[in-house]
Nanobody, 130 residues
Framework: EVQLQASGGGLVQAGGSLRLSCAASGFSFDGYAIGWFRQAPGKEREGVSCISTSDGDTYYADSVKGRFTISSDDVKKTVYLQMDSLKPEDTAVYYC???????????????????????WGQGTLVTVSS
């Protein structure tokens, strides 16, 4: 059974940092896209960043580019989202999700399009105070 466990959320002041973790189990991990998404109160869920566990290719939404860094640890089967220079508008529940990649479905096709992702973890709340 595919499972994703997101953790690391919390309360932080504007300008601070947090590191989210997404621990994966129940699948091979290699050859997948793992993405981070967020949903702020009263807003639709949006894509934040994603990574290919095959080649380490990454993608970032413009709103977080230069502030967030996604990485993966193949041994621990965990993907991290390092969030620096946090802003109050980063406040949201953050979710991780995964989908298999292939030669004909690489990361640049999947990116952070929510409909492309098959398995979702529970969220972790990030609150940035001003």
């Amino acid at each position: 059974e595919v499972q994703l466990q997101a953790s690391g959320g919390g309360l932080v002041q504007a300008g601070g940092s947090l590191r989210l973790s997404c621990a994966a189990s129940g699948f091979s991990f290699d050859g997948y896209a793992i993405g981070w998404f967020r949903q702020a109160p009263g807003k639709e869920r949006e894509g934040v960043s994603c990574i290919s566990t095959s080649d380490g290719d990454t993608y970032y939404a413009d709103s977080v580019k230069g502030r967030f860094t996604i990485s993966s640890d193949d041994v621990k089967k965990t993907v991290y989202l390092q969030m620096d220079s946090l802003k109050p508008e980063d406040t949201a529940v953050y979710y991780c999700a995964t989908t298999a990649l292939s030669r004909y479905r690489p990361l640049y096709v999947v990116r952070t399009n929510m409909e492309e992702y098959d398995y979702w973890g529970q969220g972790t709340l990030v609150t940035v105070s001003s």
